[in-house]
């Protein structure tokens, strides 16, 4: 098994925010595009459950974990039934509020680097 790094699994988290911020960006732009579909991308736990991280049992009585490869999935949003006379399925209240769950995420993740980031400072000055 090999380590798990901090700023790695940041990075990726970053990685994974832009590419969700451009899909809402994406489905704000074609609001009024007939036709469209609105997209998503798939939660960044199943991105975590992709990844070769796992949990290793030192006792019997504990769980495992699974991994697999990691990535990004972008697919249409299945679950919406306000879909448009024109075939429209974006519904820009649901995209404003993503996005502002992309912005708490993203502040999030920077506080938490930039925490770690002063802790291995002052650890190295010692």
């Known amino acids: 098994m090999e380590p ?3 700023f790695d699994l940041a990075a990726q988290q970053s990685r994974w925010l832009a ?3 451009s899909a809402v960006a994406s489905n704000v732009a074609n609001a009024n595009t007939p036709g469209y579909v609105a997209v998503d991308v798939e939660p960044f736990e199943k991105v975590l459950d992709k990844t070769g991280v ?3 049992a030192t006792q019997a009585a504990h769980l495992t ?3 697999t ?3 990004f999935a972008v697919s249409e949003q299945q679950d919406d039934p306000s879909v448009l006379p024109s075939g429209n399925s974006v519904s820009l209240e649901d995209e404003l509020l993503k996005a502002g769950d992309i912005r708490r995420q993203f502040e999030l993740n920077a ?3 930039k925490a770690f980031h002063r802790m291995l400072m002052l650890t ?3």
């Open 124 to 126: 190295s000055k010692s």
């Open 19 to 21: 590419v969700r911020q």
């Open 54 to 56: 796992r949990m290793a």
């Open 65 to 67: 974990g699974q991994g």
């Open 4 to 6: 798990v790094s901090l």
């Open 111 to 113: 506080a938490i680097v």
């Open 69 to 71: 490869q990691s990535g």
